[in-house]
């Protein structure tokens, strides 16, 4: 058996900003980047088949190694062939680390704030709610329910309340068991809310946990990716960008508190990626609502995972070229047409949007399916457009035109 | 335009019993009988899409008039192109009149009783529970919920909790407003605790409505059914069949109070079969478990609809030719293997027990989903067996053959 090929090429570069399309190789197939990576939290695209997932053009899906950590048990997917194998999808997969669960079930579930603090409407906070569990029943008076130290996480599991612990070597050891093309270190995600004080103490931990996972990595099939953390603070960031950078790790990711606006989010970037050797593919961690693709894009970002154009889609919010729509507002009653003019989904090739709406209302199991078939199409035909410009040279007209679509909110 | 065209013709018949193979013709495709017909209760088989739908191999779904007059409307949907474009279903369907649920809705509610007494467990009674919708949370003691007059009923909904009223005449326009290619009488559906003299009186209504049904009927592209009732009393149930039989009805449904087992269930069609003409499809109402396909056909039905096999498969249960399993079972939790060996359902063919167990523990929507094609392709499957059988003249070793399968539920 040859070695497994991992490749990142850079294809094309946008002169005016730092924006790039290339092609990511995994062992289960190539990406085209930028690529937006819909989650499969519990390993699947909730209410979608890989079937369906692949019919609408999407590359890779995010899972959670928290989740699956928790439940069935990654030892489980590993007897059973692995994850791939276990949810029937033969293409590439990025898994997480566990660490935001560190923060979500900590800080996060206790202070409520996402990962761009809290404001946001929580819908819209790009927070990954798919990553963040419900709350466990029992109160926060109980003690918190997540203690770190310095050699990993102890936590109560959303499920069944038991004693949990993650490290950096069994979030790897559990990666591989899991079996994913790319898998991300095993990280702390501070929240907006912490002081720089412990933030740096935090990536510092981090920095530490990073070294112990690329020690802990054993397995040649899947490249790992160190993640730039540092919260909101340009020192910090751009530290961990160096240092994180400057290790051997195969991919990058930037994950973490990313500030309280876009605006602040946008600066993170310009302050990080520029420090990032060029020939790395780099992951931007649960981010990715439309709006967002095409900023972070031209600050460098090669691949998105986000949870929530497949939530809102839940939800019955809606992506179109001219805002988004909730299929539940009632101008939608008797409309014939379908969610989008021209989209080539499954949806609405064959559905109206008056259906769609009764089956919103009726609490039809089909609504959420159809919703995300929808909200996924969206992305991917978005990220293929921003790709093109990438390649045409033309993002920043792109940008311009889609901020004035989005800015339309129907 | 030519007129639609409609005929059933017996191809086979069984020397041996009342079973029959033929087909149905509709303006919207031909049927091969006998055929199994999911339930499509809000004009979706829930979870899944027509095309899910059609490559399963079902022929005709069972929309229910009750549902859609309340949401979204009928003249909504016909102002939407009908049912069949509504849904973008584009083979045959049958609406149910809105009658069983004067029954579910009224003493069925009040008295817990399904479609064969309460003999059996809930999940097993063929009573169609998507046809009986929630129990509004107004309680018995404000009043009936279902009041039966001469002209019609009126009902509370179940939805806003407003008052409604259903009559022969708006089921028919409601059924025509929908457009569905076979279209039911409406009936009052007694139950198993009602005495002789109430059932008694109740048919002779049911047997008035079925005649200003006749008279309401406009359209000429659908079919309308009469539906025999009578209860358990075998001298009603001959004057019904004998009655109906005689109207100038397209087909015949037998409804209804169908005793208190499966065994008074067959006494009952032993008394209606042999009544009705021979030469109009029959369909038998809200009855439909694997067990009783081969059973029903041999007294010569044609056609079948229950809610149960969908319902179950939402829970959990699934159908195997060794007996029904309950994935949420331990034993199946490393299970590598498929739900059953050589199904050619999308699920079998790609998921394994461990992984579908997955799914249910951990509340996906594709859980519900992935079992209803199983047990979908199952029923299809199973009646393209019996039908088979029937054109072959072993339906009776088949059924000895299903009843020594179906004994073992795991």
Same mark, same amino acid.
């Given at each position: 058996?040859?070695?497994?090929?991992?490749?990142?090429?850079?294809?094309?570069?946008?002169?005016?900003?730092?924006?790039?399309?290339?092609?990511?190789?995994?062992?289960?197939?190539?990406?085209?980047?930028?690529?937006?990576?819909?989650?499969?939290?519990?390993?699947?695209?909730?209410?979608?088949?890989?079937?369906?997932?692949?019919?609408?053009?999407?590359?890779?899906?995010?899972?959670?190694?928290?989740?699956?950590?928790?439940?069935?048990?990654?030892?489980?997917?590993?007897?059973?062939?692995?994850?791939?194998?276990?949810?029937?999808?033969?293409?590439?997969?990025?898994?997480?680390?566990?660490?935001?669960?560190?923060?979500?079930?900590?800080?996060?579930?206790?202070?409520?704030?996402?990962?761009?603090?809290?404001?946001?409407?929580?819908?819209?906070?790009?927070?990954?709610?798919?990553?963040?569990?419900?709350?466990?029943?029992?109160?926060?008076?109980?003690?918190?329910?997540?203690?770190?130290?310095?050699?990993?996480?102890?936590?109560?599991?959303?499920?069944?309340?038991?004693?949990?612990?993650?490290?950096?070597?069994?979030?790897?050891?559990?990666?591989?068991?899991?079996?994913?093309?790319?898998?991300?270190?095993?990280?702390?995600?501070?929240?907006?809310?912490?002081?720089?004080?412990?933030?740096?103490?935090?990536?510092?931990?981090?920095?530490?946990?990073?070294?112990?996972?690329?020690?802990?990595?054993?397995?040649?099939?899947?490249?790992?990716?160190?993640?730039?953390?540092?919260?909101?603070?340009?020192?910090?960031?751009?530290?961990?960008?160096?240092?994180?950078?400057?290790?051997?790790?195969?991919?990058?990711?930037?994950?973490?508190?990313?500030?309280?606006?876009?605006?602040?989010?946008?600066?993170?970037?310009?302050?990080?990626?520029?420090?990032?050797?060029?020939?790395?593919?780099?992951?931007?961690?649960?981010?990715?609502?439309?709006?967002?693709?095409?900023? #972070?894009? =031209? +600050?460098?970002?090669?691949?998105? @995972?986000?949870?929530?154009?497949? /939530?809102? $889609?839940?939800?019955?919010? *809606?992506?179109?070229?001219?805002?988004?729509?909730?299929?539940?507002?009632?101008?939608?009653?008797?409309?014939?047409?379908?969610?989008?003019?021209?989209?080539?989904?499954?949806?609405?090739?064959?559905?109206?949007? #008056?259906? =769609? +709406?009764?089956?919103?209302?009726? @609490?039809?199991?089909?609504?959420? /399916?159809? $919703?995300?078939?929808?909200? *996924?199409?969206?992305?991917?035909?978005?990220?293929?457009?921003?790709?093109?410009?990438?390649?045409?040279?033309?993002?920043?007209?792109?940008?311009?035109?889609?901020?004035?679509?989005?800015?339309?909110?129907?």
């Amino acid at each position: 058996m040859t070695a497994p090929v991992f490749a990142f090429t850079v294809t094309h570069t946008d002169p005016q900003s730092r924006a790039r399309a290339g092609l990511l190789t995994t062992p289960h197939g190539t990406i085209e980047t930028p690529a937006f990576c819909p989650v499969a939290t519990q390993a699947t695209v909730k209410a979608l088949t890989p079937d369906d997932v692949r019919a609408i053009g999407v590359q890779m899906v995010l899972a959670n190694t928290y989740h699956l950590y928790l439940r069935p048990g990654a030892d489980l997917i590993a007897r059973l062939g692995g994850l791939h194998r276990f949810m029937a999808w033969d293409r590439p997969i990025m898994t997480d680390s566990g660490g935001f669960q560190v923060f979500s079930l900590g800080f996060g579930i206790e202070h409520g704030v996402g990962k761009i603090a809290s404001i946001f409407p929580a819908e819209e906070a790009n927070d990954a709610a798919e990553r963040v569990p419900a709350r466990p029943s029992r109160s926060s008076s109980e003690g918190r329910l997540v203690r770190i130290d310095e050699d990993g996480v102890t936590f109560t599991s959303h499920i069944d309340g038991s004693s949990q612990r993650l490290t950096p070597e069994t979030s790897i050891h559990a990666q591989e068991l899991l079996g994913a093309d790319c898998i991300l270190a095993f990280d702390e995600c501070t929240s907006p809310l912490n002081d720089e004080a412990y933030t740096r103490r935090a990536l510092e931990r981090t920095h530490r946990w990073a070294l112990r996972c690329l020690e802990a990595k054993t397995r040649n099939d899947q490249a790992l990716f160190g993640i730039v953390q540092g919260g909101h603070y340009q020192e910090l960031r751009e530290a961990s960008a160096r240092f994180i950078g400057g290790l051997p790790f195969w991919g990058l990711a930037v994950g973490g508190d990313l500030g309280r606006s876009k605006a602040d989010m946008h600066r993170i970037l310009d302050w990080v990626i520029p420090l990032l050797p060029a020939e790395k593919p780099r992951h931007l961690l649960g981010i990715g609502m439309p709006e967002d693709l095409a900023d #972070a894009v =031209l +600050r460098g970002i090669d691949t998105f @995972d986000c949870a929530a154009p497949t /939530r809102m $889609a839940r939800n019955g919010t *809606l992506f179109t070229r001219s805002g988004r729509l909730n299929i539940l507002n009632a101008r939608y009653t008797a409309d014939p047409g379908p969610v989008e003019e021209g989209c080539p989904c499954q949806t609405c090739t064959h559905f109206s949007r #008056a259906y =769609l +709406r009764h089956l919103f209302k009726a @609490d039809e199991l089909l609504a959420p /399916r159809l $919703a995300t078939v929808h909200n *996924l199409q969206f992305m991917a035909d978005l990220m293929r457009d921003i790709r093109q410009a990438v390649i045409e040279g033309n993002l920043r007209a792109l940008r311009a035109e889609l901020l004035a679509r989005f800015a339309g909110h129907r």
